[in-house]
């Protein structure tokens, strides 16, 4: 079983719709997740970090982490085409510097 | 302005060559990092250094070597024993120890011609 798991989609959802992107992972000792967006041939930006179990707010973009199920999920509400990106979560533990992504998933918002 | 400086951007190379990617931060990051993405894979640790004159392997290290003999510069040279170096290289930096976020420059992309 791979450390990480996220669909790579393609995943197409209509201007305005509310998108959730998930990961599954299964090394109980990640305590930190993150998603970035990556657009094409270019480097991954931070959009969201949280640490443990939880939820975090930034704007549109809402961050979940459940540890007891290991999963984690990033919602967009009123997505934009400018939304369409890839998607990537990472993840790491509090015992060293190592942080493990997911494939990414790529999001198509259509206008 | 601080940030992640990765060059060059596009980097051509004839098979059986050496190939050094220059990493450049300067945010006073400890932790500095090497991933490779290809197509339907992925982001793969190549190799990550948690602080100057240390680093360790990743997942894919073979036929990669790197140095850090400055906080600020993390380079990776792409040797000939790398059997499939055609990808995308992206660093990326963060201040280590408990705090998470990393940051990535904008890559390097690489091909063998």
């Known amino acids: 079983q791979k450390e990480v798991e996220q669909d790579p989609g393609p995943l197409s959802v209509p201007e305005g719709a509310i998108v959730s992107l998930n990961c599954t992972y299964s090394?109980?000792?990640?305590?930190?997740f993150m998603w970035y967006r990556q657009y094409s041939r270019k480097g991954p930006e931070l959009l969201m970090y949280?640490?443990?179990?939880g939820n975090k707010e930034d704007g549109r973009f809402t961050a979940q982490v459940d540890k007891s199920s290991k999963y984690i999920s990033l919602f967009i509400r009123d997505s934009q085409p400018s939304d369409s990106a890839t998607y990537l979560c990472?993840?790491?533990?509090?015992?060293?510097?190592?942080?493990?992504f997911g494939k990414g998933t790529r999001l198509h918002i259509l206008p | 302005d601080g940030g992640i400086t990765q060059s060059p951007k596009y980097l051509f190379r004839k098979e059986g060559q050496n190939v050094t990617l220059s990493c450049e931060q300067n945010?006073?990051?400890?932790?500095m990092y090497w991933y490779r993405q290809d197509p339907g894979q992925g982001l793969r640790l190549i190799y990550y250094?948690?602080?100057?004159?240390?680093?360790q392997k990743g997942d894919i290290a073979e036929g990669y070597s790197v140095s850090r003999e400055k906080k600020e510069s993390f380079p990776l040279t792409v040797t000939s024993a790398q059997k499939n170096p055609t990808a995308f290289y992206l660093c990326?930096?963060?201040?280590?120890?408990?705090?998470?976020?990393?940051?990535f420059g904008q890559g390097t992309r690489l091909t063998v011609v």
């Open positions: 990326a930096s963060s201040r280590g120890h408990l705090n998470t976020e990393a940051f």
């Open positions: 090394n109980s000792a990640f305590q930190y």
């Open positions: 949280t640490y443990s179990s």
């Open positions: 990472a993840m790491r533990g509090n015992r060293d510097d190592k942080i493990i």
């Open positions: 945010l006073n990051h400890d932790a």
């Open positions: 250094s948690q602080i100057v004159n240390d680093f």
